[in-house]
């Protein structure tokens, strides 16, 4: 049995509060640009909050499952915001959502 001074311990930051206020930060940031882009192509309520968990790579499946409701109601709702936003596939949600800036009040 190896000593305890023989385990290889893990380094952690220093600042690991800090870290956790960038990670804060960076959600913020996120959820920003959602209601950014919700706002500015007119997405219902119902379709920013399927539009947030699609901007995080949750699918059909998943929306199904976690909002109770259909499948065939969780591709209707991604088809329309798909239509809306003029997107195509999961990696232009993300490639929009990382191309806003945000403008500043």
Do not use: V
């Amino acid at each position: 049995m190896p000593s305890e001074s023989n385990l290889t311990s893990i380094d952690t930051p220093n600042n690991s509060t800090e870290s956790f206020a960038h990670d804060d930060l960076a959600e913020s940031a996120w959820e920003a640009k959602i209601d950014y882009i919700a706002e500015k192509y007119e997405l219902t309520r119902r379709q920013k909050e399927i539009f947030g968990y699609l901007a995080k790579g949750r699918d059909a499946k998943f929306l199904e499952n976690h909002l109770c409701i259909s499948y065939s109601t969780a591709k209707s709702h991604i088809y329309s915001i798909y239509i809306k936003l003029d997107i195509h596939s999961r990696q232009e949600i993300i490639d929009l959502i990382e191309s806003i800036e945000i403008p500043e009040e």
